[in-house]
């Protein structure tokens, strides 16, 4: 390869033209190849300003010898599909959060990626912010002392859309898998792990059977965490780590933009503020992947990781239908 990967993606989605598609265009390893939608009229005037071909279907975009990586933004009712299809083709795949609709699907996923040598892995972009990484390493150097709390937030209001695949029945609707993989993935990244068991409260909306907002309690051996999604809250977003000794808050950990992010730490010595550079995400996240594939090593988080991650997902939604506790 000649150090830059050709990308193509599925659909017309708004997170490509809002995101992955400025980022692939600023990547030093990337090339945006091409676009497959049956909505042509959506991405014309983002094709001129990026210069990418526009293709009639998805199909058409895993035939293409010029694509080596996709991009898979599609209802979470379609990713599972897709993203096999693609492998089957021939192309890694970078497929968008949450992976699937529920675990089982991930195994057929795991298996194919396997079987092919395609490299596959999860959209989840703020994990490769540098203010992650650093919050993990104050963690990690023990200046909060044992970890005993976790509180991780993600609410909008968002009123209910058919229009919109968050609302459609069969598509894996509702809060907790759209905002609240978020909040799972940062406990899961601080805790080391899986919790042994949640406990989830609710509420549904009836048309399209989807969760509006969920609120679960996360348990491990020495802490818990509190996560809360929602479709009908006040917007709101955090991460906040409390010690026996300190805690740690990450105001902007979802989409921080790009001015430099910020950390506060307080403890018994007062309150000290860190700083990263400002940085785009997605990119970021682009980069690694396409160095994944030219250089022939595993992403930093493989379909394991989003296996576990919605293991924990399918368990705080069966919790909160069944009004009881779920042992992972």
């Known amino acids: 390869m000649d150090g830059r990967i050709g990308w193509g993606i599925i659909s017309s989605a708004n997170i490509s033209r809002r995101a992955l598609i400025p980022a692939i265009a600023a990547a030093g390893n990337a090339t945006l190849e091409c676009v497959g939608t049956p909505n042509a009229a959506k991405v014309e005037a983002n094709a001129r300003e990026f210069g990418y071909r526009i293709l009639p279907s998805y199909e058409s975009v895993l035939e293409d010898p010029s694509v080596t990586a996709i991009y898979n933004p599609l209802p979470n009712g379609l ?63 023990g200046r909060l002392g044992t970890l005993r709390f976790i509180r991780a937030s993600f609410t909008f209001n968002s009123a209910p859309d058919p229009n919109n695949p968050r609302f459609q029945r069969g598509q894996g609707p509702g809060a907790l ?28 909306e009836a048309e399209c059977g989807g969760d509006m907002t969920t609120t679960a309690l996360l348990e491990y051996p020495t802490h818990t965490a509190l996560i809360d999604c929602s479709f009908e809250s006040f917007g709101r977003a955090g991460v906040e780590l409390v010690g026996s000794a300190g805690k740690l808050e990450i105001p902007k950990p979802w989409l921080p933009g790009l001015d430099p ?27 690694h992947f396409g160095d994944c594939i030219l250089n022939n090593h595993p992403p930093v988080r493989g379909p394991e990781d989003a296996h576990e991650n919605m293991r924990v997902l399918d368990a705080i939604a069966l919790s909160a239908a069944q009004h009881q506790r779920i042992e992972l």
């Open 79 to 141: 990713h599972a599909e897709w993203s096999i299809r693609a492998m089957e083709a021939g192309k890694h795949v970078l497929c968008e959060k949450p992976f699937t609709c529920n675990a089982g699907e991930i195994a057929a996923m795991v298996d194919v990626s396997r079987r092919t040598g395609m490299w596959l892995m999860e959209a989840f972009m703020y994990r490769f912010h540098p203010q992650m990484a650093l919050a993990k390493e104050i963690l990690q150097s």
């Open 177 to 204: 898998l759209d905002v609240g993989c978020y909040c799972v993935n940062a406990v899961r990244h601080f805790s080391d792990g899986a919790p042994a068991a949640v406990t989830a409260w609710s509420s549904i």
């Open 261 to 287: 992010a910020v950390i506060v730490v307080t403890d018994k010595n007062g309150v000290e503020t860190f700083t990263t550079e400002g940085v785009d995400q997605y990119r970021l996240m682009v980069e």
